[in-house]
C-alpha cells in the first residue's frame, strides 16, 4: 500500500506562481514513477509530469517550460511548481503513484486561477 497526501492548491492570479507537495508513504520501495495529474471542469483526467525513481521526467505539452516536476527523498515528497498559472490551469490537482501492484492516488487539491 502507497499513501499519497496532496497540498499546496489555491487561488492565484493569472501570471502567478503556486508549488504543490505530493507526500508518500507505505509501500514506497513499490514505487516507479510518481506523476500529477489534473482534472478540469468537464474534462478528462490528464497527466501534467512525471518523475521516475531515478530522476527522468516528463511534461505534457501544455505545461512545458512553465511548471517543473521535482522530488526530496530524504522528506518522501514529490513538488509541481507551476509557473506563469494561466485560467485554462484551473483543476482539480491529484498525485498518483504507479508501481507493479497498481496505481495509488491522492485525494487532489483545487488550483483556481483568477483572469
Known amino acids: 500500500q502507497v499513501q499519497l497526501v496532496e497540498s499546496g492548491g489555491g487561488l492565484v492570479q493569472a501570471g502567478g506562481s503556486l508549488r504543490l507537495s505530493c507526500a508518500f508513504s507505505?509501500?514506497?520501495?513499490?514505487?516507479?514513477?510518481i506523476s500529477w495529474y489534473r482534472q478540469g471542469p468537464g474534462k478528462q483526467r490528464e497527466l501534467v509530469a512525471g518523475?521516475?525513481?531515478?530522476?527522468?521526467?516528463n511534461y505534457a505539452d501544455s505545461v512545458k517550460g512553465r511548471f517543473t516536476i521535482s522530488r526530496d527523498n530524504a522528506k518522501n515528497t514529490v513538488y509541481l511548481q507551476m509557473n506563469s498559472l494561466k485560467p485554462e490551469d484551473i483543476a482539480v490537482y491529484y498525485c498518483?503513484?504507479?508501481?507493479?501492484?497498481?496505481?495509488?492516488w491522492g485525494q487532489g487539491t483545487q488550483v483556481t486561477v483568477s483572469s
Open positions: 498518483g503513484a504507479a508501481t507493479a501492484a497498481g496505481r495509488y
Open positions: 518523475i521516475t525513481s531515478g530522476g527522468s521526467t
Open positions: 507505505g509501500s514506497i520501495f513499490l514505487i516507479n514513477t
